[in-house]
């Protein structure tokens, strides 16, 4: 069988990278005597996946990570064992048995991530934050009712121009953060801090220092419809 997990990751830890994460859990799971499958051959290895790796800087309340099973564990067992090895900053939320299928691992049907951005006093610290300028909040709608909005993003091999309008599914502002919800996947990808920049930019305001805190990862319904992947 095959398990969903969904942690949070908080604190200090957001200055952990992905690979050590990825290490830590690997560390994690024979701490907590989860029965977790390995591959074969010479150099075998535990089978796990992360949904969208989180970047550093970046706290999160949901991040998921998909393991394959050699024996049926009950969620709240397997929950309760891995919240006991857990460091501060990670805390488990959820186990739940997922299909099997290679086509519903949450590498492949992520599609959609949700941002909460805050505005900073400085960049020594993401605890001094400040309300949102009432002149961004209005400009919002006028960022995006834009016919497009070009920026160049870097890739591993390049730098482009890309429309990333189309990309921006969501966004909107109260007096404490900016709202985004964004495409996420293998396919089309975009972080939060290069639609910051281009905002920033749109507006004329020169950069600001942020922290991201990742709400949730979404996968797309048949309907069209975006739900969190621990809702599938």
């Known amino acids: 069988m095959k398990a969903r997990i969904k942690f949070r990751k908080y604190g200090v830890l957001k200055f952990i990278g992905h690979l050590d994460v990825m290490r830590f859990f690997q560390k994690a799971m024979r701490r907590a005597d989860i029965p977790i499958a390995f591959t074969g051959g010479y150099s075998p290895h535990m089978i796990m996946s992360f949904a969208q790796p989180l970047g550093v800087g970046i706290t999160s309340e949901g991040e998921y990570l998909d393991i394959e099973l050699t024996e049926s ?115 089309q990808n975009l972080k939060p801090d290069l639609v910051m920049e281009a905002f920033l930019n749109y507006i004329g305001e020169p950069s600001r220092p942020f922290h991201y805190h990742r709400l949730d990862i979404h996968a797309r319904k048949e309907d069209g419809t975006l739900v969190p992947l621990s809702e599938i």
């Open 73 to 187: 564990i009950s969620s709240k067992e397997a929950v309760t064992r891995l919240n006991q090895v857990m460091v501060p900053g990670i805390d488990i939320v959820s186990f739940v048995e997922i299909s099997e299928d290679k086509k519903a691992g949450g590498m492949t049907i992520t599609a959609a991530s949700d941002y909460r951005v805050y505005l900073l006093e400085s960049s020594h610290c993401t605890d001094a934050r400040i309300p949102i300028p009432e002149k961004w909040r209005g400009s919002i709608p006028h960022f995006l009712g834009e016919n497009q909005i070009i920026v160049w993003k870097k890739t591993k091999k390049s730098e482009k121009e890309v429309d990333i309008l189309p990309l921006i599914y969501k966004m909107y502002s109260d007096q404490d953060s900016i709202y985004l919800l964004l495409a996420t996947g293998s396919e």
